[in-house]
């Protein structure tokens, strides 16, 4: 008789509330011709409150559930505050781009909350199947959004080209997973470790290691396999590309430590081998590449691109230190890069018309709040003390030197030291130069407003006061050793 698999829909209730939300927003929406944005938002702001507090309890979980699939446990707990409060901040950036635009898309939060539900099925997975389950319909979801704007051409761009693109890279990690499938007769992470712990695999082994590599690469933007992040960066709606570089990149870290320390763990010889170079050519290329540019989405995704170059570094760092100054740093740069592309909506207006560097000119003077809201999450961007980024830098560098990668380290201080460059051009452009025309007033939305906000407090006290979170990540992180 075929055993009837452990169901346990309380460990997973965070993910269905969005689900059910998104439904929600999906049908009702349609019956909304006017108004719908305002409506999906709220019930969608709704969904992830409620989430919020069904998430909770993971904080005090240890255990399997849904016979093994899935993993109730602190790591998971953590990173779905992270997804959550990525999820929140997007949609009260998102209704005044989407009411600028003229179009009730009520489908955009629809399809934001099935992609946050789908990375916290990544992120709690404890098979690589269903981490595939949940890459898909994450991916699916942002493929859609991507293109979601129907009077934008590069949206439509964006869309097709992270299709073919994620495609691909879903593609390869598949045949990693059968090849580690044929080391180990399962996909359970923790049959995988045990098969690998007694030597076998050999050369198949390292294979499988190498395709899960390029498509963990691919999700969190690495060199050489970063080609995709700045056409679609900016071709993307602004809202929706802050989103894609901080939950899709924080998804896909969490689940890369998950899969790497959990299963291939007797592998990390090999990896994190791969990892130190992944790393520089990372950190390097990004800041080197955000420095020619003068649309800043571009330059917001090449800073993209830099910054897993320094979330590489803590997984190359590896253990307790490594991993929890990972996931503080996630935190410090969900609050940062969320709030610098709410600027860039607001300031691109409709049509994004707005988003070359130049039109930065003279911020300071017309909308001096925005301005010095801009600055606060460029700084942190540039490790300046004492915003969250400094924070978050300081740890990931401090446990790469402890780990004794100090030639890592040396590199990424001066690769860090470089973007100071390009994020403070954009801040002497804000306050040291006139615009050559005047510019028209912007539009504050209570909800942009709420959101910067959020931003930038968070910046600034988890940099201020940062022992609380390390703290909390240092717990969560305790079950994955």
Same mark, same amino acid.
């Given at each position: 008789?075929?055993?009837?698999?452990?169901?346990?829909?309380?460990?997973?209730?965070?993910?269905?509330?969005?689900?059910?939300?998104?439904?929600?927003?999906?049908?009702?929406?349609?019956?909304?011709?006017?108004?719908?944005?305002?409506?999906?938002?709220?019930?969608?702001?709704?969904?992830?409150?409620?989430?919020?507090?069904?998430?909770?309890?993971?904080?005090?979980?240890?255990?399997?559930?849904?016979?093994?699939?899935?993993?109730?446990?602190?790591?998971?707990?953590?990173?779905?505050?992270?997804?959550?409060?990525?999820?929140?901040?997007?949609?009260?950036?998102?209704?005044?781009?989407?009411?600028?635009?003229?179009?009730?898309?009520?489908?955009?939060?629809?399809?934001?909350?099935?992609?946050?539900?789908?990375?916290?099925?990544?992120?709690?997975?404890?098979?690589?199947?269903?981490?595939?389950?949940?890459?898909?319909?994450?991916?699916?979801?942002?493929? #859609?959004?991507?293109?979601?704007?129907?009077?934008?051409?590069? @949206?439509?761009? &964006?869309?097709?080209? +992270? *299709? %073919?693109? =994620?495609?691909?890279?879903?593609?390869?990690?598949?045949?990693?997973?059968?090849?580690?499938?044929?080391?180990?007769?399962?996909?359970?992470?923790?049959?995988?470790?045990?098969?690998?712990?007694?030597?076998?695999?050999?050369?198949?082994?390292?294979?499988?290691?190498?395709?899960?590599?390029?498509?963990?690469?691919?999700?969190?933007?690495?060199?050489?396999?970063?080609?995709?992040?700045?056409?679609?960066?900016?071709?993307?709606?602004?809202?929706?590309?802050?989103?894609?570089?901080?939950?899709?990149?924080?998804?896909?870290?969490?689940?890369?430590?998950?899969?790497?320390?959990?299963?291939?763990?007797?592998?990390?010889?090999?990896?994190?081998?791969?990892?130190?170079?992944?790393?520089?050519?990372?950190?390097?290329?990004?800041?080197?590449?955000?420095? #020619?540019?003068?649309?800043?989405?571009?330059?917001?995704?090449? @800073?993209?691109? &830099?910054?897993?170059? +320094? *979330? %590489?570094? =803590?997984?190359?760092?590896?253990?307790?230190?490594?991993?929890?100054?990972?996931?503080?740093?996630?935190?410090?740069?969900?609050?940062?890069?969320?709030?610098?592309?709410?600027?860039?909506?607001?300031?691109?207006?409709?049509?994004?018309?707005?988003?070359?560097?130049?039109?930065?000119?003279?911020?300071?003077?017309?909308?001096?709040?925005?301005?010095?809201?801009?600055?606060?999450?460029?700084?942190?961007?540039?490790?300046?003390?004492?915003?969250?980024?400094?924070?978050?830098?300081?740890?990931?560098?401090?446990?790469?030197?402890?780990?004794?990668?100090?030639?890592?380290?040396?590199?990424?201080?001066?690769?860090?030291?470089?973007?100071?460059?390009?994020?403070?051009?954009?801040?002497?452009?804000?306050?040291?130069?006139?615009?050559?025309?005047?510019?028209?007033?912007?539009?504050?939305?209570?909800?942009?407003?709420?959101?910067?906000?959020?931003?930038?407090?968070?910046?600034?006290?988890?940099?201020?006061?940062?022992?609380?979170?390390?703290?909390?990540?240092?717990?969560?992180?305790?079950?994955?050793?």
């Amino acid at each position: 008789m075929i055993p009837i698999p452990e169901v346990d829909l309380g460990g997973i209730l965070p993910a269905l509330v969005l689900c059910v939300g998104g439904l929600i927003v999906m049908v009702a929406g349609s019956f909304i011709p006017k108004r719908a944005v305002a409506f999906s938002a709220i019930v969608s702001l709704v969904a992830v409150l409620v989430a919020f507090a069904v998430n909770s309890p993971l904080r005090m979980m240890n255990r399997q559930a849904f016979s093994g699939l899935i993993s109730l446990d602190p790591y998971s707990w953590f990173c779905n505050v992270l997804l959550l409060i990525a999820a929140g901040i997007t949609v009260l950036t998102s209704v005044r781009y989407l009411t600028d635009d003229g179009q009730e898309l009520y489908e955009y939060f629809a399809l934001l909350l099935f992609a946050t539900a789908g990375m916290m099925f990544m992120v709690s997975a404890n098979h690589i199947l269903v981490i595939f389950i949940g890459l898909e319909t994450l991916s699916i979801s942002v493929y #859609v959004l991507a293109g979601l704007m129907p009077t934008s051409p590069k @949206s439509r761009e &964006a869309g097709l080209k +992270y *299709l %073919i693109l =994620g495609g691909f890279s879903s593609a390869i990690f598949l045949y990693g997973a059968a090849f580690l499938y044929g080391v180990a007769g399962s996909l359970s992470l923790p049959a995988i470790a045990k098969v690998l712990q007694t030597g076998a695999g050999g050369k198949t082994a390292l294979v499988g290691m190498g395709l899960l590599l390029v498509g963990f690469s691919f999700k969190v933007a690495a060199v050489p396999f970063h080609m995709w992040t700045p056409d679609v960066y900016e071709g993307a709606p602004t809202p929706l590309t802050g989103y894609m570089s901080v939950a899709v990149k924080a998804a896909a870290f969490a689940v890369f430590v998950r899969v790497f320390f959990a299963a291939l763990g007797p592998l990390q010889v090999d990896w994190t081998q791969i990892l130190w170079v992944l790393a520089v050519l990372t950190m390097v290329l990004g800041n080197v590449a955000a420095l #020619v540019q003068n649309n800043i989405k571009r330059m917001l995704a090449y @800073s993209s691109i &830099a910054h897993a170059g +320094y *979330l %590489i570094v =803590g997984m190359v760092a590896g253990k307790e230190a490594g991993t929890s100054a990972m996931l503080y740093y996630l935190l410090a740069y969900t609050f940062t890069n969320l709030g610098a592309f709410g600027v860039v909506a607001l300031v691109g207006r409709k049509g994004e018309a707005n988003v070359m560097l130049d039109d930065y000119r003279g911020l300071a003077a017309s909308n001096p709040v925005l301005a010095l809201a801009m600055s606060i999450f460029l700084f942190s961007l540039a490790g300046i003390p004492p915003t969250a980024g400094f924070m978050g830098k300081f740890t990931i560098f401090y446990a790469a030197v402890k780990a004794g990668y100090i030639w890592l380290v040396i590199i990424g201080v001066l690769t860090s030291a470089v973007s100071v460059f390009y994020y403070f051009r954009v801040v002497m452009k804000m306050y040291m130069e006139v615009p050559e025309k005047t510019p028209a007033a912007l539009q504050f939305g209570p909800a942009m407003i709420l959101a910067l906000g959020i931003a930038a407090v968070g910046v600034m006290y988890i940099g201020i006061f940062p022992t609380t979170y390390l703290d909390l990540a240092t717990e969560s992180v305790k079950t994955l050793f």
